[in-house]
């Protein structure tokens, strides 16, 4: 079972960064579907990046590309989101997920839908003020 544990979380004014980092322990790191959703008060659990640890591609959707980036560091089992030019509306818990891939090449990663992450983190909150 992989373990999930975020942190980087805080309050930022409008058009200010924070970086986000999801620690997994318990799986092979460079083969797992791994994504970044986020919560709102309200509001449903939605996506804001997919990706396979074991490739260089991610899927964002239309409301954050251009504005947040993932990264990761392999030696450190370690999954960043970069998020700049933050909104008021990108207030939300965030969430790292993550779960193993059918596909060898990880294809099945992206698109995935949330039900079919197995391991989530505890959240962390993400505040943007104007």
């Known amino acids: 079972q992989v373990r999930l544990v975020e942190s980087g979380g805080g309050s930022v004014q409008v058009g200010g960064s924070l970086r986000l980092s999801c620690v997994s322990s318990?799986?092979?790191?460079?083969?797992?579907?791994m994504g970044w959703f986020r919560q709102a008060p309200g509001k449903e659990r939605e996506g804001v990046a997919q990706l396979y640890t074991g490739s260089t591609g991610t899927a964002y959707p239309g409301s954050v590309r251009g504005r947040f980036t993932t990264s990761q560091d392999n030696a450190k089992n370690t999954l960043y989101l970069q998020m700049d030019s933050l909104k008021p509306e990108d207030t939300a818990i965030y969430y790292c997920a993550a779960t193993i891939p059918t596909a060898s090449s990880g294809g099945d990663c992206y698109g995935l839908p949330l039900a079919q992450y197995s391991s989530w983190g505890q959240g962390t909150q993400v505040t943007v003020s104007s």
């Open positions: 318990g799986g092979i790191f460079k083969h797992l579907c």
